[in-house]
């Protein structure tokens, strides 16, 4: 069973950073585009950012400069370093696995609470 297990959130101050993980087992990593998705209560499910097989990267305007995505294949795992977080930054953050090419198959992590207050 394919499961992708997020780590690294939690209670941040305004102006704080959190790095985010993603472990992913029994899937060939290399062959998936992994992303980082949100959602805050209330509101739609949202991509934040996303890194293809070949690292190329793309991110949502409202974060763009202040968080980075980032992999290591060795490690099966997919990262999100966030830095300057703001109150609207404030959302369960899910890991996704998307495997590209010919066979379209995609996962979903459990999520973890990103909370950015004073």
């Known amino acids: 069973q394919v499961q992708l297990v997020e780590s690294g959130g939690g209670l941040v101050q305004p102006g704080g950073s959190l790095r985010l993980s993603c472990a992913a087992s029994r899937i060939i990593f290399s062959n998936y585009a992994m992303g980082w998705y949100r959602q805050a209560p209330g509101k739609q499910r949202e991509l934040v950012a996303a890194?293809?097989?070949?690292?190329?990267?793309n991110y949502a305007d409202s974060v763009k400069g202040r968080f980075t995505i980032s992999r290591d294949n060795a490690k099966n795992t997919v990262y999100l370093q966030m830095n300057s977080l703001k109150p609207e930054d404030t959302a369960v953050y899910y890991c996704?696995?998307?495997?590209?090419?010919?066979?379209?198959?995609?996962?979903w992590g459990q999520g973890t609470q990103v909370t950015v207050s004073s």
């Open positions: 890194i293809t097989s070949g690292g190329t990267t």
């Open positions: 996704h696995a998307e495997r590209e090419g010919r066979l379209w198959l995609n996962y």
